[in-house]
């Protein structure tokens, strides 16, 4: 077994009665493409600052590429290429002249500094705007030449906060081919954060969900699916009105009759949890019943205006967890 | 025999001749490895250290600036203005006939006002502040707002390197200017008066230019403090501005008010003298925390050789002394503790600024 890139142990960071991170542990392997995922807040630029040394951690213990962060940060740095969200340049010299001013940053000799600027401004599509003030790029251009700038000191690892922020659709998806085509063709190990859950389907090899600072679980999606919904695979929506049409609200149903409709769905065998949210009944259950749905609410004189079946997507993960997250929140 | 002679010392000279060569050519080399290479030189292929790069590229933007540029227009215009008036009133006997200063014609030229216009001397004491602050006071947070901060500080550099590079290159543009000024207004009044300056008077110029740059770097070095600690440049800048106003306006009005308050009154002063003089050197040591009184204190001592103390004299101290100007080494003893006292401030600013920007958690913007 080859000793993990990214080594974090019991990693802790509080600010002040804050926990932004609270007790992570995670491993990264060499050439793994790893998607950090999570809403806003949740600590996942803290922990990629903490895995740079620009941060001090509160408590734990981080290794990169077997140096720890803190106390050896140039030899991290050396390592690492880091692409801050909405990373900035000196606006008012060109593409190249940023690129070189990082080559230098790295003692790599000017003629090979030229050379591989050119080289990975062509990778990224931005050969014609080389010689532009990055003052007048546009966000995705910057987010690009980013990109060549953490390319261009060779790194074994790249980290990307949030790189897809504000680009739109088609510039999203050039970017993430980009990442996962250097990541198979020279075996760079990404660690790449977001909170849009297709993007990093898309090219993640593994995912971990990021909630209030801990890592509530991680694995490829698929694993991630079967294990959070283990107990309940199957959700079957259905919406419902009441049989007599005559009354003046016609089809609401009463408080009585949600009441009885749910104590109804409940002793269906299999189901799980029954709650009625925005005019509509969901079952949770653990094998699919959508036909004892249906015949329960005909059979008591109810009208069936929608059944539909639903798998777990990536969605209801995702939401799954933040309802989680907000729950952890609520009794920390 | 002569020939073969001639010809073994001609050899043995080449030999020397070559030896002493190849010792230069050794010594230049450790001497260009030994230099911050702030040129990209073609001598050497291995790249410039980290630290310099970041030298460069500040002094480039800073000299590329339209705040400098404006800043250094509006320093030279004053200058060149006041050096007009100096050259005025030079013309005019009455000034050279004060005294021991007649022989220091030179030095005049920085000190000397025919009234429309304050001196060279106290113009820079004035504008000094303004370009400190002005070079200083967005250093690190503009870098910050702008995105740049975690970029540069990801790549393999030391922390401190982005702030003594900042340091380094503000001053350097800094000594850079000062020299430039002092002697291209050296060149004009020699052009103008025709006398060359004697050695003590270049040696006094050097110090003023030398105590010039510390003066300012100690207003760099605030500004780059209140650049740490203030996310947003506008505040930097303001506060920054409002402890010159403070130091150079208010402080001055506030220990005199001070001072009258609990001065014993003026009818017991003439029995004991000797109050008076202790009261002055209390106001003058309360004015020193100003750096601007520093600097001017030490100004006039450098600039005009007759003055031979800072505090008051006594008539006892007077009596029998020979109105002579003082020599160099002498008029720099004077100065001595201005001179350390600037220092000192420059780097405990430096100092502050250091602590609160290692400790300081760097995010994007």
């Given at each position: 077994m080859q000793e993990p890139i990214i080594k974090i142990t019991a990693l802790s960071k509080r600010y002040g009665e804050l926990k932004?991170?609270?007790?992570l542990d995670l491993t990264i392997d060499k050439g793994e493409v790893f998607g950090l995922l999570?809403?806003?807040?949740?600590?996942k630029s803290t922990t990629i600052l903490m895995l740079l040394g620009l941060t001090e951690p509160s408590q734990g213990n981080v290794r990169v590429c077997g140096f720890d962060p803190t106390s050896r940060p140039l030899e991290v740095k050396k390592r690492v290429g880091y692409l801050p969200d909405d990373v900035g340049f000196?606006?008012?010299?060109s593409g190249l002249e940023n690129l070189l001013f990082t080559a230098q940053l790295n003692r790599i000799p000017k003629a090979d500094a030229l050379r591989r600027a050119g080289q990975l401004l062509d990778q990224v599509g931005l050969t014609a705007d080389?010689?532009?003030?990055?003052?007048?790029?546009?966000r995705g251009m910057r987010q690009r030449l980013g990109l060549a700038d953490v390319l261009i000191k060779n790194p074994p690892v790249i980290i990307l906060d949030e790189?897809?922020?504000?680009?739109?659709p088609q510039g999203v998806r050039e970017f993430l081919d980009l990442i996962v085509r250097l990541s198979k063709e020279q075996g760079i190990t990404v660690l790449l954060s977001s909170h849009h859950l297709h993007q990093v389907q898309q090219v993640c090899d593994r995912v971990g969900l990021f909630v209030g600072g801990r890592l509530i679980a991680d694995g490829n999606i698929d694993a991630l699916s079967t294990r959070l919904f283990?107990?309940?695979p199957f959700m079957v929506e259905a919406g419902v009105s009441a049989?007599?049409?005559?009354?003046?609200?016609?089809?609401a149903l009463s408080q009585h009759d949600i009441d009885v409709l749910t104590g109804l769905f409940r002793d269906?065998?299999?189901?799980r949890s029954v709650s009625y949210t925005g005019e509509l009944f969901r079952i949770a259950c653990r094998q699919d019943q959508t036909p004892a749905v249906a015949r329960t609410v005909i059979d008591h004189g109810y009208l069936l205006t929608l059944l539909q079946k639903k798998r777990y997507g990536l969605d209801e993960i995702y939401h799954r967890y933040f309802e989680n997250g907000k729950n952890y929140g609520k009794t920390a | 025999m002569a020939k073969l002679l001639d010809g073994s010392a001609a050899s043995s000279l080449r030999a020397i001749r070559a030896s002493a060569a190849r010792e230069i050519r050794t010594t230049a080399a450790r001497v260009i490895r030994l230099l911050p290479r702030a040129a990209h030189s073609p001598l050497t292929s291995r790249p410039k250290h980290p630290f310099w790069v970041i030298v460069s590229k500040e002094m480039g933007d800073h000299i590329r600036s339209w705040r400098f540029i404006i800043l250094l227009s509006l320093i030279a215009l004053t200058c060149f203005g006041s050096l007009y008036t100096a050259l005025n009133s030079i013309g005019t006997p009455k000034a050279t006939?004060?005294?021991?200063?007649?022989?220091?014609f030179f030095l005049q030229l920085f000190t000397a006002t025919d009234g429309t216009l304050p001196s060279f001397a106290i113009f820079l004491n004035f504008l000094g502040p303004l370009l400190g602050i002005a070079m200083g006071f967005d250093a690190v947070n503009s870098e910050l707002n702008r995105g740049t901060l975690s970029r540069l500080l990801s790549q393999?550099?030391?922390?401190?390197y982005l702030l003594n590079a900042k340091c380094m290159a503000s001053l350097l543009v800094i000594a850079g200017l000062f020299l430039a000024l002092t002697l291209v207004t050296t060149g004009l009044g020699l052009l103008v008066i025709g006398i060359p300056p004697t050695p003590a008077e270049f040696i006094r110029l050097l110090a003023f230019t030398l105590l010039t740059i510390v003066y300012v770097g100690f207003w760099l070095n605030m500004a780059i403090l209140f650049s740490v600690r203030f996310r947003q440049p506008a505040t930097s800048a303001l506060t920054a501005i409002a402890v010159w106003l403070f130091l150079t306006v208010f402080y001055p009005i506030l220990i005199r008010l001070a001072v009258k308050a609990f001065a014993p009154d003026p009818s017991s002063m003439a029995i004991f003298p000797a109050s008076i003089s202790g009261s002055e050197r209390t106001v003058l040591d309360m004015l020193r925390f100003a750096p601007g009184q520093l600097y001017s204190d030490a100004t006039t001592t450098l600039l005009m050789p007759?003055?031979?103390?800072l505090g008051p004299l006594s008539m006892d101290q007077v009596a029998?002394?020979?109105p002579n100007p003082l020599p160099v080494g002498e008029s720099i003893v004077i100065v001595w503790p201005q001179l350390t006292g600037l220092i000192a401030a420059a780097t405990a600013c430096f100092a502050l600024s250091y602590r609160s920007f290692m400790r300081k958690e760097i995010r994007p913007r």
């Open positions: 932004a991170v609270d007790n999570g809403p806003n807040g949740a600590g000196y606006d008012d010299r080389a010689q532009k003030r990055t003052g007048t790029y546009s790189p897809t922020l504000g680009i739109d283990a107990m309940e049989a007599d049409t005559s009354a003046t609200d016609a089809g269906i065998p299999d189901v | 006939g004060t005294g021991g200063n007649a022989s220091f393999p550099i030391h922390r401190d007759v003055v031979r103390s029998g002394a020979i």
